[in-house]
């Protein structure tokens, strides 16, 4: 009950003091759906910077730190909505280095990758409670109901966080975004190309509407 009561106040007093600071957008996912190439994506349109937030690979655990671009302001007829971007590491279950041995990688350089990503994960975890707006970025060429999407999102759903799903990568003959809208269909879908900037008006106007 005491916990509870502290988290009613904690909300409040986040709630109180939004309007005043900037909100923290963060990108969440499993490794390899496109956060990093959506996030440059965000900060080319909108700062006219390339490749800023970092780089991408299709090896998976490309991105194993936290990594924070500040005030973008995005604009859409008379409204504009200002934030602070997080891409965070791709979070799994499971990380072998012998996956990135047979991706090509040398024994040392995979076991260091294979470290530096656990401690990726929980950073990606530890900040989950700190974001504001979660962008949930999925391949959508993927089976949509694994473990590691239905635990962030029902973590986010469990601390009210807003989320908006990107299915990103439709481009390719496999995306099925349907089934990403049936996997959860509590929330927001928008099918997207990062990479190639397919249908990114529409990803704009979805976090227009739940960044409010
Ligand atoms: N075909 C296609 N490929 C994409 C798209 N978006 C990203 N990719 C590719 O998917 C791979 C992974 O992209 P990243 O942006 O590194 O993915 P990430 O989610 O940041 O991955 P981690 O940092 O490992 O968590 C790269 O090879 C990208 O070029 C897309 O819309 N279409
Ligand atoms: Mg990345």
New binding site residues.
């Given amino acids: 009950m005491k916990g509870l009561f502290n988290r009613f106040i904690q909300k409040f007093f986040k709630n109180l003091f939004k309007k005043s600071r900037h909100i923290k957008m963060g990108?969440y996912?499993?490794?390899?759906?496109?956060?990093?190439?959506?996030?440059?994506k965000i900060c080319k349109d909108w700062l006219g910077e390339e490749d800023v937030m970092?780089?991408?690979?299709?090896?998976?655990?490309?991105?194993?730190e936290i990594q924070i671009k500040e005030q973008i302001n995005i604009k859409s007829g008379n409204k504009e909505l200002s934030f602070n971007l997080v891409?965070?590491?791709?979070?799994a279950t499971k990380i072998d280095y012998e996956d990135f041995i047979k991706a090509g990688m040398k024994e040392k350089q995979a076991k260091d990758r294979a470290k530096e990503?656990t401690k990726g994960v929980i950073d990606a975890i530890k900040w989950l409670d700190d974001m504001d707006v979660v962008i949930v970025?999925l391949?959508s060429t993927k089976d949509p109901y694994s473990q590691v999407n239905i635990t962030i999102i029902g973590n986010l759903q469990a601390r009210d966080i807003p989320v908006l799903l990107v299915a990103?990568?439709?481009?390719?003959k496999k995306s099925d975004i349907k089934k990403i809208k049936a996997a959860f269909p509590q929330y927001d879908v928008v099918g997207?190309?990062?990479?190639?900037g397919?249908d990114i008006d529409k990803f704009y106007e979805a976090l227009f509407k739940i960044a409010k």
């Fill in positions: 990108l996912g499993p490794p390899n759906g496109g956060k990093t190439t959506l996030a440059n970092g780089s991408t690979s299709s090896i998976a655990h490309e991105t194993r891409d965070t590491p791709g979070i990503a970025v391949d990103n990568k439709v481009d390719l997207i190309s990062a990479k190639y397919t």
